[in-house]
Antibody, heavy 122, light 108 residues
Framework: EVQLVESGGGLVQPGGSLRLSCAAS????????MSWVRQAPGKGLEWVAN????????YYVDSVKGRFTISRDNAKNSLYLQMNSLRAEDTAVYYC???????????????WGQGTLVTVSS | AIRMTQSPSSFSASTGDRVTITCRAS??????LAWYQQKPGKAPKLLIY???TLQSGVPSRFSGSGSGTDFTLTISCLQSEDFATYYC??????????FGGGTKVEIK
């Protein structure tokens, strides 16, 4: 059974940093593109970033470029999102997500984690 | 970025109703469209991909249609468990992948 479990969310002051993790199990992690998708309270879904199987390609939504870094450790079956210079508008539930087997970076998402809440506030 | 516009943003319906949600892309996306269902406090659930292909395990009362810029999600006979928010997502052109703003289906 595919499982994605996020952790690392919490309350952080504006300008602060936070590192999210996503522990993957039930599939060969190193074979899949992985993504982060977020949802601000009461709002819709927003794709944040994704990363190729070997980490050689990474893409970001414009609003987080230069502030967020996606990475992965295939030996640990883990996905990460390092978030720096956080702003109030980054407040959201952050989901780790995976597409189907044949997908590249441009895909839909079959599997989602339960999400971790990041709150940016003073 | 391709902008996805859903309509309506919310509406009320009764169990047994046939409901249709519309999603429009700001430019042609062929059939690279997915639909998700999300319930409060839960992660989204994939319903349909490639505009009209039902994800495994999803009830057949859900169907999708369209190509190019205009798409619809239809629930043929609304059940109590279908009251939720629905999102479309294009995966034709990225970055960024983009979602519609959502359509909330409420109980009348």
């Amino acid at each position: 059974e595919v499982q994605l479990v996020e952790s690392g969310g919490g309350l952080v002051q504006p300008g602060g940093s936070l590192r999210l993790s996503c522990a993957a199990s039930g599939f060969t992690f190193s074979s899949y593109w992985m993504s982060w998708v977020r949802q601000a309270p009461g709002k819709g879904l927003e794709w944040v970033a994704n990363i190729k199987q070997d980490g050689s390609e990474k893409y970001y939504v414009d609003s987080v470029k230069g502030r967020f870094t996606i990475s992965r450790d295939n030996a640990k079956n883990s996905l990460y999102l390092q978030m720096n210079s956080l702003r109030a508008e980054d407040t959201a539930v952050y989901y780790c997500a995976r597409g189907p087997a044949y997908c590249g970076g441009d895909c839909y998402y079959v599997y989602w984690g339960q999400g971790t809440l990041v709150t940016v506030s003073s | 970025a391709i902008r996805m516009t859903q309509s309506p943003s919310s509406f009320s319906a009764s169990t047994g109703d046939r409901v249709t949600i519309t999603c429009r892309a700001s430019q042609g996306i062929s059939s690279y469209l997915a639909w998700y269902q999300q319930k409060p406090g839960k992660a989204p659930k994939l319903l349909i991909y490639a505009a009209s292909t039902l994800q495994s395990g999803v009830p057949s009362r859900f169907s999708g249609s369209g190509s190019g810029t205009d798409f619809t999600l239809t629930i043929s006979c609304l059940q109590s468990e279908d009251f939720a928010t629905y999102y479309c997502q294009q995966y034709y052109s990225y970055p960024p992948l983009t979602f519609g703003g959502g359509t909330k289906v409420e109980i009348k």
